[in-house]
C-alpha cells in the first residue's frame, strides 16, 4: 500500500496586476475559470484559476481554501472599488511628500487588512520606510467610505439593537454578516 500523498497544483491569476501563483488544493479537483478563495505568500486573497500545473513542484505553493462564494465576491469588489480611491489618495501622498515613486494601484487581501502595493518598479529607500505612513493614509481613505461605515456599523441606525431587530433579511444583510450586528427575527 503507498502512503504518497498526491496534491493538485493549479496555476492561479491573482491581483491587479495579473500575477500568477501556483496553489495546491488538496485531493480538490479545479476546473480553469473557477474563482477561489486561496492564501498565497500575500494573504488570503481571490484568484482565477488558469491551468493544472504539469510540474508537481509544492516549493512556495499556496494553499487553496475554498470556491469562492457571492458574500466573497461581494466583498471583494467591494474592497477593489475602495482600493481605487485609497491608492488616488496614497499617491498624492507621495506627491506632497516630495517623493517621485509611482504607485500604481494596491491590492487588498480578503481579509480586508493586509495590503500590496504595487509600484512601478522597486520603490525608494525613502518610499520603502514610509510604508506604514502611506498605509495609514490607504486605511483612513477606505475608513471615510460609505462601505466601510456599513460594515462597522451594519445596515442601518441601531441595527442589531433590541429595538431594531435588524435588516429583515433571513441571516442579515452582507453588511451586517460581516459586522456580526444583524439580529434576525
Known sequence: MSTE??????HVRIGSGGDTVTIQSGAYQLNRGVRVVCRTKRGIEIGTVLCESTTEQLFD?????RPADANDELLWSKLLELSCDAAESCQRHLRQQGLDDVLLDVDPMLDGR????NFL????QQASDRMAELAEVYRQSVAASPF?????TGCGPGC?????????????CVACSVASKCRTK
Do not use: N
Open 5 to 10: 500523498t498526491t496534491y493538485a497544483i493549479y
Open 61 to 65: 505553493a499556496g494553499r487553496f481554501i
Open 114 to 117: 493586509t495590503l500590496y502595493f
Open 160 to 172: 442589531g439593537t433590541e429595538s431594531k431587530s435588524g435588516c429583515g433579511t433571513s441571516g442579515g
Open 148 to 152: 466601510a461605515q456599513r460594515v462597522e
Open 121 to 124: 518598479g522597486d520603490p525608494s
